[in-house]
């Protein structure tokens, strides 16, 4: 039941009752290190477990990565892959523990970069302007509005919850 580093080591091959004593290998081990210790190959734990999820209306998010030609909202940008291109659906006020709802006004068109901001605070939208606040001020991005299609329309208050909530992480400011 050993969870730490073992400092022994066999020499000859299990079983063989030749042991020695591993050394604490340097940052950048060179070769010499290496050949003296014989690799075990050892795959990771497994452990069962279960979660609920949130089932959410792939659907939806299918129709507006159509409508934004699977382009980021922020960057323009959009990931080709062997046969299709790549977007991420971001919902602004999330669906699990912050209950967003699944619906197209609080669903935005990212690539993993800015998917990945957002869902961190690393980046907001300004609910009045529709420009992009970033905690990088210097960030190219900064103060420059997202790309919204004149049929998408973005709900104000869930804008305001993820500026508040997320960016802000619930301080005024």
Not at 37 to 50: A, D, G, I, M, Y
Not at 75 to 89: F, P
Not at 131 to 137: L, R, S, T
Not at 143 to 154: E, G, M
Request: hydrophobic letters at 30%; aromatic letters at 8%; charged letters at 30%.
């Amino acid at each position: 039941n050993f969870k730490g580093k073992d400092l022994f080591y066999s020499v000859e091959g299990l079983g063989n009752g030749v042991w020695g004593l591993r050394s604490k290998l340097k940052e950048t081990p060179n070769a010499e290190d290496l050949g003296s210790v014989k690799e075990e190959t050892k795959l990771p734990e497994r452990t069962k477990s279960e979660i609920f999820r949130v089932l959410r209306d792939t659907k939806l998010s299918r129709e507006i990565k159509l409508l934004y030609q699977n382009k980021c909202q922020i960057c323009g940008k959009k990931i080709k892959l062997k046969n299709d291109d790549y977007s991420e659906a971001h919902h602004i006020k999330p669906l699990g523990k912050h209950n967003g709802p699944d619906t197209s006004n609080n669903i935005i068109i990212l690539c993993p970069n800015h998917h990945v901001e957002f869902d961190y605070g690393g980046i907001a939208i300004n609910p009045n302007t529709l420009e992009i606040i970033h905690k990088d001020n210097k960030n190219e991005f900064m103060a420059k509005r997202i790309f919204l299609h004149p049929s998408h329309k973005l709900r104000k208050e869930f804008l305001e919850y993820h500026l508040k909530n997320i960016f802000n992480e619930g301080e005024e400011k």
